[in-house]
């Protein structure tokens, strides 16, 4: 686990350093690794590796209580998508559980465990929605089962039928609702329909380092299951 953070730290960096290309073609094919090879492998990485370890185990926050996933909701999507609404003035926040790519357990909440979190380069942006694509996206969360948000509340049957929700706006004059998600969702990532040809604005911060920078400017975090989303028995 140890090299699979160095090794998405070292991309990540090179990433940032590096121009933009467009792959015209690819090939692929499955190489054997012989230990020669390994061993070429650490020698190139191996005067990165102190001090890239050294990054990944600084202790940026503690939490409470381990954060989990879990549907219809979990501490931490809520911990993820409350943390990204603060950033702007957009009304709700939404993610996806798989972009959450690992849990975090009680204590020490370190560098390395927030890149395997978000190991993508994925940016914050802001996009506006009328009131059709809001509705969609509701359904989109309780078909779902549940989804990360932060913002509203949601109430629904057993059957997965909205009952009914808190509205950040009226819409009775055609106003519209901003959303803050990442560039990946608003760009109709994982069948996030309703976002796509909005006009996106970009917050300029990518997720992961929101995630770092709200953990390094709290000293103790304590997320827990709220009533965002409440699932009522059916009515006999």
Request: glycine share 6%.
């Amino acid at each position: 686990m140890q090299y699979k953070i160095y090794y998405i730290y070292f991309i990540s960096l090179l990433l940032a350093c590096s121009p933009t290309y467009i792959i015209e073609s690819h090939d692929s094919k499955l190489i054997a690794v012989a230990e020669k090879v390994d061993s070429s492998i650490l020698k190139i990485i191996s005067p990165y590796q102190e001090g890239i370890e050294n990054q990944m185990s600084e202790v940026l926050s503690y939490t409470v209580n381990s954060l989990e996933k879990g549907k219809p909701q979990s501490t931490i999507g809520n911990f993820v998508a409350d943390l990204c609404l603060n950033y702007t003035d957009a009304d709700i926040c939404i993610m996806n559980n798989g972009g959450l790519r690992t849990t975090i357990d009680k204590g020490n909440i370190t560098m390395g465990k927030i890149f395997e979190l978000m190991p993508f380069e994925n940016e914050l942006v802001v996009l506006e929605l009328d009131k059709s694509d809001y509705i969609s996206l509701l359904s989109y969360i309780v078909k779902r089962g549940g989804e990360p948000f932060s913002g509203m509340t949601i109430k629904i049957d057993k059957e997965n039928k909205i009952i009914s929700n808190s509205w950040p706006v009226n819409f009775e004059n055609g106003e519209k609702i901003s959303v803050i998600t990442s560039d990946y969702l608003a760009n109709g990532g994982d069948n996030m329909s309703f976002f796509q040809n909005k006009e996106q604005k970009k917050v300029g911060i990518k997720l992961r380092d929101a995630i770092i920078d709200y953990c390094k400017k709290t000293d103790t975090i304590n997320v827990k299951l709220d009533n965002r989303i409440i699932i009522f028995e059916n009515e006999q």
